[in-house]
């Protein structure tokens, strides 16, 4: 019966394993569902649409092949167009019925004039034919793609956009983009039964194994005579130790057969543990159910995203990827004091500062650098939330290691620009940040005459300088938050420092005057979620120095960054010298209890000129 029972569990056992790897092989289907994308007419770019991104459900993965570097970059749909609209391109995207095409796109922006001619008239048949030929742009690089890859011959990307969001596939900006191009989506064919029958099969086995040797020891224990024999022969003991000494007799008690039976048997189940340790280490996690509770998302504050609100310029890893660029080619420009390269990545206030930095360095062996722009860690990211052209983001950077943060505004001019630098300034210590809305919603930008807010952004500058000049004399002395303003205690103890020195040394023979005024860069509003605003502006401190009489001089000898921006020792006219801050405010929505607050500033030497 026990052979029967063996026999039984062999079955069992291949039907159940042969079933587990089964499934594992010929009855698994593929593991990708694969949509080709053919093009029929040659372009420097291709954009696969959103929609073909999403014809199936899941994870993408694009799949680029041709010669030489491949490039590919994903974004929204509508930042791709307008950086593509000045030249031709490929898109893909699905017709009525679903189906993958291609079409050729026209560029439609007009080419611009070509340089030399008034107005793009009166140049040659070659200029106009240079104008409307498309000029060739590296894709490589640009800030409006939320990220982008790099590969040899064959490319292959990751991806998991959603509908909004489409991919550029190119080479260099100048050769046709590959046309070996595709994209594919996983298709779910896990098998979680195939590791438990492969496993049950194996145990079942082994099961089968055992019964068979069970049986073959009891047939070998029940062997013998069923009847009763004829008389044996009267034999005499043998002397066991003797003849296995002389003739080398193997001694044959119980014991010896149990220790040869046992290592037969030990020898017929290595074979199956062997099998079935191969069987289990070959199912992978999808060969087996997967138990255990789905997590519970943790609830989190709710933002109500404004109707009609449109979407955030950056994501939080865009902006620390356009950060660290602006980061890196600053650095270059201060070590080499390149104001070129340095306006590559500033503009306004912030390109101001460092230009003037630069003279006073090549003038002045010993002068200070300017303080390298901080990149991590990013605190905030606060983008505006616009569609068009230009647009803005806020960012925040704490560093632990020199204990201080920057506040620091981004402009991007057009589709084709990289962003820029603009205002950049030190938080104050302990200052509060109002609540802002998060990355992935961001915010709308204020109008300059915005009548909602407690004071208009373009109004903003010219009554702090207003302050500055008059103290508490000012008519805006008391919408301003006069506590914790260190910018306002620094400057008067600058200007009583320096008016004390002064009038030890020159009282007699000139005067000294000082005078605040709204700088000549435009200020930049990111609204914050209490309706109020942060608010970025440029203010100019000049002092004036001034001869009394016409025999009176004004000597630069003291002062040597005066001396070489006016490139000059004295004047008999006087010298202007121009300091400018960039400064960050929290300005309250209209109504609010709470006044204006400074967040941080930052303050340079701008220039210094002679007066006529």
């Not at 046309?179 to 594919?184: H, K, L, T």
């Not at 905030?380 to 950077?397: F, G, K, N, T």
Request: hydrophobic content about 45%; aromatic content about 6%.
């Amino acid at each position: 019966m026990r052979f029967v029972w063996a026999v039984a569990a062999f079955v069992l056992a291949a039907v159940m394993i042969g079933a587990g790897i089964a499934q594992r092989t010929v009855f698994q289907g593929p593991d990708a569902d694969i949509a080709a994308i053919s093009v029929d007419e040659e372009a420097p770019y291709l954009l696969i649409d959103g929609a073909v991104l999403n014809e199936t459900a899941g994870a993408q993965t694009l799949r680029a092949q041709g010669d030489g570097e491949i490039f590919a970059a994903y974004g929204r749909t509508a930042d791709m167009k307008a950086w593509l609209a000045d030249t031709p391109y490929n898109v893909a995207s699905l017709d009525e019925s679903g189906e993958i095409v291609t079409e050729l796109v026209e560029p439609e922006v007009a080419a611009q004039p070509v340089e030399g001619s008034a107005d793009g008239e009166g140049g040659s048949a070659a200029d106009d034919a240079a104008a409307e030929e498309p000029t060739a742009r590296s894709p490589i690089g640009s800030d409006l793609w939320l990220d982008e890859f790099q590969q040899s011959d064959v490319l292959i990307a990751p991806l998991q956009l959603p509908a909004e969001m489409s991919v550029l596939v190119a080479s260099d900006g100048s050769a046709p983009a590959p046309e070996n191009v595709s994209v594919s989506w996983p298709i779910e064919n896990s098998t979680p039964w195939a590791g438990p029958l492969i496993v049950a099969g194996g145990i079942v086995l082994a099961f089968g194994v055992f019964l068979y040797i069970l049986g073959i020891r009891h047939a070998r224990r029940s062997r013998g005579p069923r009847r009763k024999g004829l008389p044996l022969p009267v034999t005499e003991p043998i002397d066991i130790a003797v003849e296995s000494a002389d003739k080398g007799v193997i001694s044959s008690t119980p014991r010896s057969r149990r220790a040869i039976t046992g290592g037969r048997r030990a020898f017929a189940i290595v074979p199956v543990v062997a099998v079935s340790a191969l069987l289990f280490s070959g199912c992978s996690a999808d060969a087996w159910p997967q138990f255990g509770a789905t997590p519970t998302p943790t609830p989190t504050a709710s933002v109500v995203v404004p109707e009609g609100q449109q979407a955030p310029a950056v994501t939080k890893p865009q902006a620390e990827r356009i950060l660290s660029r602006i980061a890196e080619t600053v650095a270059e420009a201060d070590e080499a004091k390149d104001a070129a390269l340095a306006a590559t990545r500033l503009e306004g206030a912030a390109l101001a500062t460092r230009e003037t930095n630069y003279k006073l360095r090549a003038a002045i062996a010993d002068f200070a650098a300017p303080a390298p722009i901080l990149t991590k860690p990013l605190e905030i990211v606060l983008p505006q939330a616009y569609d068009e052209w230009p647009r803005s983001v806020m960012v925040v950077v704490d560093d632990e290691e020199s204990k201080t943060s920057s506040i620091m505004v981004l402009t991007q001019q057009d589709a084709w620009a990289p962003y820029k630098l603009s205002y950049a300034a030190s938080l104050e210590a302990s200052t509060p940040m109002p609540d802002l809305a998060p990355v992935y919603i961001g915010a709308v930008q204020p109008a300059p005459d915005s009548p909602f807010l407690k004071m208009a952004p373009q109004d903003v500058a010219a009554a702090y300088s207003d302050i500055i000049n008059k103290g508490e004399d000012s008519e805006y002395y008391d919408m301003f938050e006069a506590e914790g303003d260190q910018l306002r205690e620094r400057i008067a103890l600058d200007r009583q420092d320096r008016l004390t020195e002064f009038n030890q040394t020159g009282a007699e023979t000139a005067t000294l005057t000082f005078s605040s005024s709204p700088g000549s860069f435009a200020p930049m509003a990111l609204a914050t979620l209490e309706s109020g605003a942060i608010v970025a502006v440029n203010v100019d401190e000049t002092d004036t120095v001034k001869p009394k009489n016409s025999d009176a001089v004004i000597k630069l000898d003291k002062n040597p960054a005066v001396r070489a921006l006016v490139d000059a020792d004295q004047s008999a006219t006087g010298v202007t010298t121009t300091f400018t801050d960039q400064v960050f405010f929290y300005v309250p929505v209209q109504g609010s209890p709470e006044k204006i607050r400074l967040l941080g500033y930052s303050s340079d030497l701008l220039d210094a000129k002679v007066i006529p």
